[in-house]
Every structure is written in C-alpha cells, then in structure tokens.
Nanobody, 124 residues
Framework: QVQLVESGGGLVQAGGSLRLSCAASGRTFSGYVMGWFRQAPGREREFVAA????????LYTDSMKGRFAISRDSAKNTVYLQMNSLKPEDTAVYYC?????????????????WGQGTQVTVSS
C-alpha cells in the first residue's frame, strides 16, 4: 500500500520561503514520477512540479519555474518542494502525488496515489 505523507506547510509572509516534504512508503519508487499539485479555494487542483524518481529529471509549470524547486532523497524516500519568494497567490493546499507509469504528466488524473495535503498560507 503506497502512502504519501506531506509536511512542512504553514503561515509565511510574502517574500518568505517554505520547504514541503513528502514521505513516501509502501514500495520502492524506481520508475515512478512524483509530483506536487496545489489547490486554492474555489479553484481546480493544478500541477506545480514533478520529478522522476530514477534519474531526477524535473518538470515545472512555467509560472513557478525559478521560484520553486523539486528534489528527492532516495535514501529517505522523501520528495521535497522548496518554495521561495512566496506570494499571496501561492496560498493553497499542496498535495504530493505519485504516478507509477507513463512518465511526466501535468494531468492530475494520471497520478495513482495522493497524500492528504498540507496547507500553505502566504500573508501580504
């Protein structure tokens, strides 16, 4: 049973930084794509970034490239999302997701497993 547990969310002022963590368990994740999505109130869940567990190549939404960085620590089975220069519009619940085949995807329906989410609130 794959489990994804996010942590690291919280309240931060605009311009600040947060690092989210996603602890993954239940199997080995070689060949998986691990992604971060976010959902603001009243909006659809949107893609933020993804990383291939094997090799570490990454994909970002253009608007977040340069401010956010996804990484993984294979020894700890953990995926991270470093978020810098945060803006009030980054306020959302951030979700970790895992896709077991098919490579990178922006489409949330292509991800097989999800965490429970962690709230990020950016004050102005």
């Amino acid at each position: 049973q794959v489990q994804l547990v996010e942590s690291g969310g919280g309240l931060v002022q605009a311009g600040g930084s947060l690092r989210l963590s996603c602890a993954a368990s239940g199997r080995t994740f070689s060949g998986y794509v691990m992604g971060w999505f976010r959902q603001a109130p009243g909006r659809e869940r949107e893609f933020v970034a993804a990383i291939r567990w094997t090799g570490g190549s990454t994909l970002y939404t253009d608007s977040m490239k340069g401010r956010f960085a996804i990484s993984r620590d294979s020894a700890k089975n953990t995926v991270y999302l470093q978020m810098n220069s945060l803006k009030p519009e980054d306020t959302a619940v951030y979700y970790c997701a895992a896709r077991n085949s098919g490579g990178f995807s922006f489409d949330r329906s292509n991800y097989n497993y999800w965490g429970q989410g962690t709230q990020v609130t950016v004050s102005s």
